[in-house]
Structures are given as structure tokens and as C-alpha cells.
């Protein structure tokens, strides 16, 4: 970012301005999550010039910056340095005017992003908890999760718009040029928020958005689950098309709005009913690094060809079993964190089920190695098996105590997984003449494990 050609003086004229008023909510985001990670000084500053702009029918006024330091009662270092906070945290928005004119320095205020958006932000969040700490930390987060209502044994009779009013249906089918455009004006000013939406680097939502404009679905409303979308097309490598039907199928036709929870069961059901769309056969590596083994080359491979959902069925498939809904939430909760890839997610899936020959993914285990692998900086599906092999040399190293009169030297009884012999009993397998590309791989890669050819 440009710096400014000219230093920051007590005398420098600045207008203060602002699109809209600060929110209630959006107040109580600035007071409670922005305040500690702030700092006093910055977060006065803040609130003296919403102060200041809300004094005014258009949002603007003019002032020095002597004015403000005899509001804050603070030196110019500590002014500079707040202004600065306030632009990093995405606050604050400082312009200089054109030469010879006044103002010389505009400061356009922004909103603060909302409760659900600070904490989706990795920066943000991980600040907050550097500064307060988990304890405070979970009391924010609790404050602010969306409260939840149990509509199980409740029946619907609400009445939807056409209901109630009534519309030429023409003017439905074909809006009138200002509705359109109205429209349109309203969506070029949303663009410019649209780096506080979650995003995945393969998947479209304007696709997305064309595909359902012709359906009853609110697409205001849609915005909301966007993180949800994400999440799903992660889990299970749903493309735009296969989204948008299953967004229709989720949707209540009587108010436009999409059913969470009803879209995440249609898609877990799909994929642990064997109904999902068919996963591509894995395409064959042509190039492997020389000291992988041919057995680590093949699960390489495979982790990178399924998404997670996929992956973990297919693995219980083959076991001649199904994927548990505690199973599903659990990778549902790894992978909703975004801190690995699919292919990673897969490679821990590998780790529990079949290297350390669980029968079933536990919450605890599945914390433990993923915690693991973070501080180990695991990225990709070799970095995996890099911080495997490392775990499992560190626990067969002899630990040393120290006694009166000298040291001793103190062997681990080792799990049977970690020692360097080990030999995982074979899985059932299914006797399907018709058995899927992902089978065959698992297979040589069990016969590998087991010595055979």
C-alpha cells in the first residue's frame, strides 16, 4: 500500500465519513470481539468518529487533528498508531485528497463485519485468542453462535407471499426496467464486499447463483450458507449443477428459504446410500519421488483422487460396513477448519482406520493426530507420511530417567502399530466381480502391507 507523501500534523484538515449508521449489532461486535485486539487508544478513536459522523444528516464532518486529540487526550504518535490499527483491522479506509485541496486526508469509516464473519476470519479469530485467551475466547464465541430452535413437533401453517398478495403474474415472469435495475445497482454494491465471503478456489457461485435464478430460492437468503456450501463441496466434491439440485431439493417452497440441516442430511444420505454421483477412476502416477516405496505411492495416489465422503465410504465399503453419523461429523468438523486439504483429510482417515487399525474414527484420536500434523506444518499428502514416520520414530526412541547414582536407560512397551515390524491384520473384503478403481488400489495396497507380491 501507498504511503503518505505528507507527515501527519496536528493542523491537517480531515473529513470524516461513512455510507451508513453503525449497526446495533455491528456496535456490539466493535465493543465485545475488535475492542481487545484494538487496544484502548484505537478503539477510542473508533468510537469518537462514529460519534462525530452520527452528529450529522449526511455522515460527514470536518475536523483536525488537533480536534481529535483534545476528544481522545492523546499524543500525535498514539493517533498515527491508532489510525493505523483501525486500517489493519479492516475499520478504516484513509484516502488523501487531491493537491491544494481541503480536506487534505479523508477517513471513511467501514462497519465491522458481523459476530459469525469475525470468527470465519483465521486472522481475526487467532488474535482475539492470543489476546484474551480460551476461556474468554469461548464466552465470546458462545455469545455470539446463532441460538438454535427445535421446530421437531412443530407444524407450519405460515402463509407464503403470493398467498397473502397478489401480483400480475406478468410483471413476475418479465420485472418492469427499474425493478431490474434497481437490482443490478444493488448487486454492484454488494461486489465490494465480497472478500468477507468464505470462498473455495474450484467452485463457482456466480455458477451457482445462474443456476438457481430461475428457481424460488432466495438468493439473499442463500448468502448465509455460503460457508455450509463450501463445507459440502469439500466433503464431498460436489460440483455447481449437483449443488444447485441439491439446494432446490432443501428448499421450502412456501417461504423461498433454504432448510440447513434437511440439505446436509440429503447429501449424507446420498453418500452413505450409495446413490452419489460416480467417483472418477484415479488417474495413474507417473512420476514418483525414488524413496517413496511403491505402497506409499499408491495411497499418495488414491488420497488425492476422493474427496473425504468418498474416500471414507469407500474404505467402508470395502470393509463390508457403513460410515457412522459420528464418522461423518467428525471429518465434517476437520474439514469445516480449513486447515487441510482433501487429500490430507484422507491421508488421516488412512492413519485411523487402516494404520492404526481402529474400527471405528473417535474425536479424540482424530484431535490428537490432527493437532500433530498442524504443528508440523502438514500440507500435502507426503508431508502426512513425513510427519507419520516421524511420530512413530520418536516413540520408538528408548527414554532416558535419571536415578541416584547414575542413569538408566528405560525401554516404551510400544503399541503394536509403532513398531517397525508391524503387520496390520487383513480387512474383509467385499466379493463384488464389479469392484470400482478405488478398491483395487486399496487392495494392492493391503497386499503390499501384508508382503505379498
Do not use: C
Amino acid at each position: 500500500m501507498a504511503e503518505s507523501k505528507q507527515p501527519l500534523m496536528p493542523k491537517t484538515s480531515v473529513a470524516i465519513v461513512t455510507t451508513t449508521r453503525l449497526q446495533e449489532e455491528r456496535r456490539r461486535v466493535l465493543d465485545l470481539l475488535y475492542q481487545p485486539i484494538l487496544g484502548v487508544s484505537a478503539y477510542s478513536l473508533a468510537t469518537v468518529m462514529w460519534r462525530q459522523v452520527s452528529l450529522t444528516a449526511d455522515l460527514k464532518v470536518e475536523v483536525t487533528h488537533t480536534d481529535l486529540l483534545a476528544l481522545l487526550n492523546i499524543s500525535m504518535v498514539t493517533l498515527q498508531d491508532s489510525r493505523q490499527r483501525l486500517e489493519a483491522a479492516g475499520l478504516l479506509r484513509t484516502f488523501e485528497n487531491q493537491p491544494d485541496r481541503l480536506p487534505e486526508l479523508i477517513y471513511e469509516l467501514q462497519q465491522p463485519v458481523s459476530g459469525e464473519m469475525f470468527f470465519k476470519d483465521d486472522l481475526l479469530s487467532l488474535l482475539l485468542l492470543e489476546v484474551v485467551g480460551e476461556r474468554q475466547f469461548e464466552r465470546l464465541r458462545q455469545a455470539f453462535l446463532p441460538r438454535q430452535l427445535k421446530r421437531d413437533r412443530w407444524h407450519e401453517i405460515s402463509k407464503s407471499f403470493l398467498d397473502v398478495f397478489s401480483l400480475d403474474n406478468r410483471l413476475i415472469a418479465a420485472p418492469p426496467k427499474l425493478i431490474e435495475a434497481t437490482k443490478a445497482a444493488f448487486n454492484q454494491e454488494e461486489t465490494t464486499v465480497e472478500h468477507e465471503q468464505p470462498t473455495a478456489p474450484d467452485f463457482d457461485f456466480g455458477l451457482l447463483s445462474e443456476l438457481l435464478k430461475r428457481s424460488y430460492i432466495d438468493l439473499n437468503d442463500l448468502r448465509q450458507y455460503r460457508q455450509l456450501i463450501i463445507n459440502e463441496h469439500l466433503l464431498y466434491g460436489i460440483d455447481e449443477t449437483e449443488m444447485a439440485r441439491y439446494i432446490g431439493d432443501a428448499t421450502n417452497l412456501a417461504t423461498n428459504k433454504l432448510d440447513a440441516n434437511q440439505f446436509k442430511r440429503a447429501i449424507a444420505a446420498a453418500y452413505q446410500g450409495g446413490t452419489t454421483p460416480v467417483v472418477s477412476a484415479p488417474k495413474t502416477v507417473t512420476t514418483q519421488k525414488a524413496s517413496e516405496s511403491q505402497e506409499e505411492a499408491t495411497l499418495i495416489d488414491t488420497a488425492k483422487q476422493y474427496e473425504p465422503m468418498a474416500f471414507l465410504a469407500q474404505i467402508r465399503q470395502q470393509q463390508g460396513g457403513y460410515v457412522a453419523s459420528g464418522e461423518q461429523r467428525i471429518v465434517e468438523q476437520i474439514a469445516s477448519k480449513q486447515i487441510f486439504s482433501s487429500s490430507v483429510i484422507n491421508m488421516l482417515i488412512y492413519e485411523v482406520l487402516i494404520d492404526l487399525n481402529n474400527s471405528t474414527i473417535t474425536q479424540r484420536l482424530t484431535d490428537t493426530i490432527a493437532n500433530r500434523w498442524a504443528q508440523d506444518g502438514v500440507k500435502t499428502p507426503e508431508d502426512a507420511l513425513a510427519s507419520i514416520r516421524k511420530f512413530k520414530a520418536d516413540r520408538a526412541k528408548p527414554k532416558t530417567t535419571r536415578r541416584r547414582g547414575g542413569t538408566k536407560n528405560i525401554k516404551e512397551t510400544l503399541p503394536d502399530w509403532a513398531k517397525s515390524d508391524y503387520q496390520p491384520k487383513k480387512k474383509k473384503t467385499l466379493s463384488k466381480s464389479d469392484q470400482d478403481q478405488f478398491n483395487e488400489q486399496l487392495n494392492k495396497l493391503k497386499k503390499l502391507r501384508d508382503g505379498g507380491d
